[in-house]
């Protein structure tokens, strides 16, 4: 008897919108307020879009392959996640990342303490192009001499974030400043200025906003004991040497020379080992447990051990499940037509420049919770709204400045996105924690709508082939 063949259709907006509801409730309920795994969070609202799925006519088998899909287009992401788990480990163990703490806290005063490490971030992001590279890094140092100076975890966090979006979203060698311009077809350099009209402001507001609260941190005796305990005990368990900066100017330089990411973050670990090796009279067998279980110091002071005791590929396993669920999700949301429905419809309410920048934005910020992928972020809205934005003859570098204001620097907000999961796992603090003090991620967007709204920085169409710079 031959097999009835299943017809699929098409999802209703009501049909797209529980599965992105069901996930918002159990995450806002559950993680928000119950503090419940997000795994099986995430596992319950894929289960929900499965059911929906089911009902516009498509098999398991479709299912499964939206899931594979989708892991495979965040594979490289979580690839590079367990490389910063290994190199942050060895980095440790190596002493680089204790020196750099040590004489952190020697040089930056605690007043300063947000506004220096959002400006220090923020450069280098930019000379580097990856803002994972900065926080897995330069970012671990800085909430060590937080720790040190008594700066509070949430503000120092957000500071490191921000910094590290704001450069790595104004660099000609991040990854997403390249694929912004591409999905929108605009001209990467346009592109890049243009971005400085909405990143620029929200960046100073955050400086302003960091400059004045911190006046009132690191103050009093207690500081200053804790800052010659933790400078004591780290001086006490690790040589220094100069040697120990090679690890992060050999990954400076794969940056800016624009070589593979991961081979980079593999050699610098490697010869990081090798420094622990020498200088800190580590054995291989040692070296080799600190690489794939991550660091543990065993000080007897409890606030530096457990700000030394961290890394490892096994440490980035529990990133890299929430990673896989979340995929799930949106693998099988975005397989049976659901995510486009409700773009569509967002598109339809583009007439005008405001509502047209506003749609854009919302659907940024919409891909971003749905899928918590930086890459879809930029390419699904901006291949779905360039022909509205040369329909209204407006400049393609206003669609690709918007995807990135609601697309890659909102992507660390969202608790279960890949981003979001690796800055709270390699900065010790909880995405929601971290989110007020991340000014520049969320008030881009905001200047962004403010622009559509009045017009100003709004750049019309002037040519038909706007990939030539000047457009």
Not at 61 to 70: H, I, L, N, P, R
Not at 118 to 139: K, N, R
Not at 283 to 297: A, M
Not at 417 to 434: E, I, N, R
């Amino acid at each position: 008897m031959p097999e009835r063949k299943v017809v699929k259709r098409k999802p209703s907006l009501i049909e797209s919108l529980v599965p992105i509801i069901a996930m918002l409730i159990f995450l806002g309920v559950g993680y928000g307020g119950f503090r419940m795994r997000i795994e099986i969070l995430l596992i319950a609202a894929a289960f929900v879009a499965g059911i929906i799925s089911l009902r516009l006519g498509y098999s398991w088998k479709d299912m499964e392959s939206g899931v594979v899909e989708s892991i495979a287009k965040g594979m490289p992401a979580m690839l590079i996640l367990i490389s910063v788990g290994m190199m942050i480990s060895s980095w440790i163990a190596s002493g680089t990342i204790p020196m750099m703490i040590y004489y952190g806290m020697k040089i930056i005063s605690p007043r300063a303490f947000l506004v220096t490490s959002c400006i220090l971030c923020s450069l280098i992001s930019f000379a580097t192009g990856t803002s994972w590279g900065t926080a897995g890094t330069m970012g671990v140092a800085l909430m060590g001499i937080a720790k040190g100076l008594g700066i509070p975890e949430p503000a120092a966090a957000g500071s490191i974030v921000a910094g590290s979006f704001f450069g790595d979203k104004l660099s000609p060698f991040s990854d997403t400043t390249n694929l912004a311009p591409i999905a929108a077809k605009s001209n990467i350099f346009d592109h890049i200025k243009h971005m400085l009209w909405t990143t620029t402001p929200a960046w100073i507001l955050g400086l302003v906003v960091y400059l004045i609260l911190g006046i009132g941190y690191g103050q009093g005796s207690s500081t200053s004991s804790q800052m010659n305990l933790i400078m004591g005990a780290i001086k006490e368990n690790f040589n220094f040497n100069i040697f120990l900066l090679i690890p992060p100017i050999l990954i400076i330089y794969f940056a800016v020379a624009k070589k593979p990411t991961i081979p980079g973050m593999i050699i610098s670990s490697g010869i990081a080992s090798l420094l622990a090796l020498i200088f800190q009279k580590m054995s291989l067998v040692k070296v080799v447990d600190i690489l794939t279980n991550g660091y543990k110091l065993k000080s007897g002071i409890s606030v530096v051990d457990n700000l030394l005791s961290r890394g490892g590929l096994m440490g980035m396993m529990g990133v890299t499940l929430i990673a896989f669920c979340a995929f799930s999700f949106a693998g099988i949301v975005k397989k049976a037509g659901m995510l486009d429905v409700i773009l569509f419809h967002l598109l339809r309410f583009t007439r005008t420049t405001r509502t047209l920048i506003t749609s854009t934005v919302f659907s940024g910020i919409l891909v971003a919770l749905i899928t918590g992928s930086s890459y879809l972020t930029i390419i699904i809205p901006g291949e779905l709204f360039a022909p509205a934005f040369s329909r209204m003859k407006l400049a393609a570098k206003n669609l690709s400045r918007t995807t990135e204001d609601s697309g890659t620097v909102i992507v660390p907000l969202v608790p279960w996105s890949m981003a979001g999961v690796f800055m709270a796992g390699t900065l010790g603090v909880p995405t929601l924690k971290y989110i007020p003090w991340a000014i520049m991620n969320y008030t881009g967007f905001i200047f962004a709508i403010i622009y559509g709204f009045t017009g100003f920085a709004i750049a019309p169409k002037i040519r038909e082939d706007e990939t030539q710079e000047g457009s």
